[in-house]
């Protein structure tokens, strides 16, 4: 089995700043990608960052200029340094991971638990 745990999320004020942790542990032979999504109330999940196993990123351009995602290859985690944070940022974020358990075997996504981020006065 595989998991994925999140950590860093809360309530920050306009123009503050978070930083998401997701670390992925179990049967993982390698990631190939790792990415952040999120989903506001009433809205579809969508992608927010994500990064592959070489370094290249892509973000949505809603958040370019002020999100960084990275990634620990050796510890099989995933952040994402959000700096100034806007209310229209609120929703819970999952993490996502596309791996494969073994050398020769098909492509697996999991997901995170989420973990809400709330940007508020």
């Known amino acids: 089995q595989v998991q994925l745990v999140e950590s860093g999320g809360g309530l920050v004020q306009p123009g503050g700043s978070l930083r998401l942790s997701c670390a992925a542990s179990g049967s993982i032979f390698s990631i190939n990608v790792m990415g952040w999504y999120r989903q506001a109330p009433g809205k579809e999940r969508e992608l927010v960052a994500r990064i592959t196993a070489g370094g290249t990123t892509n973000y949505v351009d809603s958040v370019k200029g002020r999100f960084t995602i990275s990634r620990d290859n050796a510890k099989n985690t995933v952040y994402l340094q959000m700096d100034s944070l806007k209310p229209e940022d609120t929703a819970v974020y999952y993490c996502?991971?596309?791996?494969?358990?073994?050398?020769?075997?098909?492509?697996?996504?999991?997901w995170g638990q989420g973990t809400q981020v709330a940007v508020s006065s």
């Open positions: 996502n991971a596309e791996l494969q358990r073994d050398g020769n075997g098909p492509t697996f996504r999991y």
